[in-house]
């Protein structure tokens, strides 16, 4: 019996470097919006600290040139913020369409997958019943021996 061969192992193989790829790529984006938001967390803490300070430096005389240079640095602190939030929302965006990617080439990849399952084991079922053809060709041969020489 010749072993088993799937004509369509070409395409399972290219299906599973596909889905190694996006998975890959699903994950590099993973971390650039992991990244994204910690650099976002890491200036709303700043605007937190610094908003703090003001209040805790309100307390005491204030020059009016200080209070210029707490509201300019908290300003661009809350600019910084809202271009890091598009910065989030455009790695979460990536993000989603990566893991559709991924999704997808993970369902092309398992539908092949499950078209070699069944094939082999319509080759299983195969090799087994020309097994068992040869396993009772043997026995009816041994049972011809026996009754023909009991003669």
Known sequence: MQRFTFRLEALLN??????EQAQSQFAMATLQYHKEVKVLTKFEEELSQYQKLFCQRQCQKVTVELFKSFHNY???????????????AAAEKNRQECLQIFEEAAKNCEAVEKLREKRFQQYQI??????????????????????????
């Open 14 to 19: 290219f299906r599973k470097m596909k889905k």
């Open 74 to 88: 908290i300003d661009k602190i809350n600019k910084d913020i809202l271009r890091q939030k598009d910065f989030v």
């Open 126 to 151: 195969t090799v087994l019943q020309e097994e068992q053809k040869c396993l009772d060709e043997i026995g009816a041969q041994q049972y011809a021996r026996k009754t023909g020489s009991g003669d």
